[in-house]
């Protein structure tokens, strides 16, 4: 078996966590299997980083913050790696022939392609030439996640998280069969147990769901590398660090659905804090105006959520959309260049900056009327109004206040029946 393993920056949080990671990748291939790991950076050390660059500049996207931010990943496969040289040497396992076990790899040194979009890069293609020789040297390669290189040879990196994307992508390029994704938590739960301590275990989950779940914020996975396993039937097992309990397995829903008898409607409840909500007011109403806001917030890679269009009055109209605190300045900048545009030079703009959403997530749901109505019922029970929503086949989402989040978190979670039973 070839096994990629990830682990985040809990994981690797400490020189003894380190440790602990050359020893568990030194006992996995003792059992006969070939180990691949991807390694984050230390846990704090980007936000440190990021930190840094924001006292220069608050706005990131550009070659000198991905080059900044990405050096984080570049200790920490060096440690694990220097960790499992020393653990191998205690081993008896270097030899003449033999002279080490694992190799640090930058995204670079192993051509992680990607496109040019700084700070949240995708991944183009792998070479997996060096890769492959090394592990039949039986050499553990130690590859620096988040990052990569685009066509002209800038260090990019991929958006939080992206070190659960350079694992998918890089299991997929080497054909492994499985895709381990250890972190600081047992498994994918009902909901983020920080924010729920009745929240549930999930043994199995389907790529869909899973992917509804990280977009809504469930950190626990990257949306991306959900959606990359997805493609090439990769399974995902997220599993702790910590202890070596079995934990989730993301998997295709066929899988699934033959050996529940009764699908659950709702599988997990997923909270994102970071929403910032933008009100456009005093737009003429011509044809056009919404594709040239949309376009000009596309072109600089910002994701868009929930969009409302008030009806028209006297000519003139009123756009509501959420974008992601990270997107916030970003997006500011660029409404502000479209109020010097003629088309948009009576355009009002309002943040509001302390949003939530709230959502739920379940394939059952297709087939079960009533769902959200369900969830409305249950928030207003709790005195917890709404202030935007939106809808899918397999998802409902509200937006709040940010200050309720918990609340609305645990009365979902009890009002759809996903408490864990003591
Ligand atoms: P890593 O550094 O290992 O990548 P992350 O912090 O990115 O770890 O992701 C793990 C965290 O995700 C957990 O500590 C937990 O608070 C959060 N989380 C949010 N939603 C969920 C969920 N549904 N299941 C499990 N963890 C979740
Ligand atoms: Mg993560």
């Known amino acids: 078996m ?244 079995e934990g989730t397995r993301v998997v295709a829903k066929e899988l699934l659905l033959s050996q529940q008898m009764e699908q659950v409607v709702v599988a997990g409840v997923a909270a994102d804090k970071d929403q910032v909500k933008f009100t456009l007011q005093n737009i003429q109403d011509k044809a056009g105006v919404a594709a040239q806001i949309f376009g000009a917030l596309s072109a600089a890679s910002i994701v868009v959520d929930v969009i409302v269009q008030d009806v028209p009055s006297n000519g003139i109209i009123t756009v509501s959309f959420t974008v992601g605190k990270s997107d916030h300045l970003n997006a500011r900048q660029i409404l502000a260049g479209l109020q010097a545009t003629p088309s948009l030079s009576s355009m009002k703009m309002v943040e509001e900056t302390d949003l939530a959403k709230v959502s739920i997530v379940g394939v059952g749901m297709q087939h079960h009327p009533g769902v959200a109505s369900r969830m409305f019922t249950l928030l207003a029970e709790a005195g917890i109004s709404i202030k935007l929503i939106t809808t899918s086949e397999i998802k409902v989402s509200c937006m709040i206040d940010g200050a309720l989040v918990q609340k609305a978190v645990q009365c979902l979670h009890t009002g759809f029946n996903l408490d864990r039973v003591e």
């Not at 030194?26 to 660059?53: I, K, P, W």
């Not at 205690?90 to 190799?103: H, M, N, V």
């Not at 620096?144 to 260090?155: C, K, L, S, T």
């Open 2 to 245: 070839l096994v990629v393993q990830k682990f985040g920056g809990t994981s690797v949080g400490t020189i003894e966590r380190i440790r602990h990671v050359a020893n568990w990748a030194l006992d996995s291939q003792a059992r006969g299997d070939d180990v691949v790991l991807v390694v984050s950076a230390m846990s704090g050390e980007t936000n440190r980083l990021v930190e840094l660059a924001t006292q220069i500049n608050p706005i990131p996207y550009s070659r000198e913050y991905d080059m900044m931010i990405a050096s984080g990943e570049q200790v920490a496969v060096g440690l694990v790696s220097l960790a499992i040289n020393t653990e191998a040497e205690k081993r008896g396992l270097i030899s003449k022939e033999q002279a080490y076990r694992a190799r640090p790899l930058l995204g670079h040194q192993i051509g992680i392609r990607t496109d040019s979009v700084f700070s949240k890069a995708r991944i183009q293609a792998i070479d997996t030439q060096l890769l492959r020789k090394e592990i039949l040297k039986g050499v553990i390669p130690v590859i620096a996640g988040f990052q990569g290189v685009d066509p002209e040879n800038n260090i990019t990196t991929l958006g939080r998280g992206g070190s659960d994307t350079s694992a998918v992508a890089i299991a997929a390029a080497l054909r492994a069969d499985d895709c381990e994704i250890y972190t600081d938590v047992d498994g994918v739960y009902t909901t983020d147990p920080r924010l729920c301590p009745r929240a549930r275990k999930i043994s199995r989950i389907s790529y869909e769901e899973m992917m509804e779940l990280a977009s809504l914020g469930a950190k626990v996975l990257q949306i991306r590398s959900v959606e990359l396993a997805a493609k090439y039937k990769l399974p995902l097992h997220v599993r702790s660090s910590f202890n070596p309990v």
